[in-house]
């Protein structure tokens, strides 16, 4: 099937982007190189367009009830205006989507799946609240997606808004709808995918082009550039978050992708409840880790074997250079007995890649809460 064009294709093309198919769309893989893109954004900002990214609207009055008995967290405690990061399972505990799900009020949820999961989780609510007085709908292209990131994302955007920005205004998981730059409706999140303070933006799709442009003129004086796919790809792999498809699929659950933070003891039996339960009374028996290869060695590919003392333990889920770091880093699976910060493992023909359970860039995470 060809590949899909986003609201943003011929703003890319005139920017002289390097377009491929990513995931069904046309997407700019890079507009310099992944190196600068990188680096720009952790020392500046960059900005993104997260194609596909739709949002799931859940209204009505027992929205809350159907939110709470699908998510593994608890979002009977998120204020308005709130969201939170957590997963959607199957009756096995397996992911069906990892999601940020935002409460905009008492009887309104918006949830944020993967792109290509859209339809999965769409499908799962409604038959999940078949029995509720609720409405779960897609937007789709209703709004378009960017996100920028880096330190400078907040003085860049600030200017183009009378909404408040400020750190104590608009916190992590925070949302707030506005105008952006005289457009109205848009609604401004403070989350990402990088590890740095960033915004993720839902834009009217009519106004998408014209905003984009705006965007990278105003923040031009700040260091702002337009970045593509393979900085994305990077920019997560430091912070060892995984993504749908590659790092968690229905196959893995919370517990062994080191997620397990996300899931909250609550009386609601949400889908895949007992076997999470299980799970973390008897632990896991493989756990999701970063591999920081050796200096010099080349980023491996994805399925890659991982060994430890001649024996397979293991495939790499997914792979980019850490730029920041200076080391190719790796992301897979392993048994639990191995992952253990500092361990050895061997990745391929690679001998000795350095075992970590979390993040080799900003391991405190720091420069997010800015």
Not at 128 to 157: F, H, W
Request: hydrophobic share 40%; proline share 5%.
């Amino acid at each position: 099937m060809e590949a899909r064009k986003t609201p943003l294709y011929h703003s890319f093309i005139e920017r002289g982007a390097n377009m491929r198919n990513a995931g069904g769309y046309f997407a700019p893989i890079t507009f310099s190189d992944p190196k600068t893109e990188h680096l720009t954004t952790r020392e500046k900002a960059g900005l993104f367009e997260i194609f596909g990214q739709f949002l799931i609207e859940v209204t009505g009055s027992d929205a809350e009830r159907l939110i709470n008995e699908s998510h593994v967290a608890d979002v009977t405690k998120l204020p308005d205006m709130k969201g939170t990061y957590c997963g959607i399972l199957n009756d096995e505990g397996g992911f069906l989507d990892d999601v940020i799900t935002w409460r905009v009020n008492v009887d309104k949820f918006w949830v944020c799946p993967a792109p290509h999961r859209v339809d999965v989780i769409v499908n799962h609510l409604k038959e999940a609240g078949k029995d509720m007085e609720v409405n779960v709908v897609s937007l789709g292209y209703r709004y378009t997606s960017l996100s920028i990131q880096g330190p400078q994302s907040r003085a860049c955007l600030q200017e183009m808004t009378a909404a408040d920005l400020s750190n104590d205004a608009l916190k992590p998981f925070e949302i707030v709808e506005t105008s952006l730059s005289g457009v109205d409706d848009v609604i401004i999140s403070r989350t990402g995918f990088t590890g740095e303070l960033g915004y993720e933006l839902f834009i009217p799709t009519q106004n998408a082009e014209d905003l984009y442009a705006a965007i990278l003129e105003q923040g031009a004086d700040k260091g702002l550039v337009p970045c593509g796919v393979a900085a994305m790809v990077t920019l997560r792999i430091e912070k060892r978050y995984p993504i749908f498809g590659r790092d968690i699929t229905e196959a893995n659950n919370p517990v062994e992708a080191g997620l397990g933070w996300t899931i909250r003891s609550k009386e609601a039996n949400y889908t895949g409840k007992a076997a999470i339960q299980a799970l973390k009374a008897s632990g896991s028996e493989r756990k999701l880790v970063l591999l920081e290869m050796p200096e010099g060695a080349e980023v491996p590919e994805a399925g890659t074997e991982l060994t430890s003392a001649g024996q397979t333990v293991g495939s790499v889920t997914s792979a980019g250079m850490g730029h920041s770091v200076g080391r190719a880093l790796a992301m897979g699976y392993v048994p639990t007995d191995l992952a253990v910060n500092g361990q050895w493992i061997d990745v391929g023909e690679v001998k000795s890649a350095i075992v970590h359970t979390g993040p080799v860039y900003d391991p405190r995470n720091l420069r997010s809460r800015d």
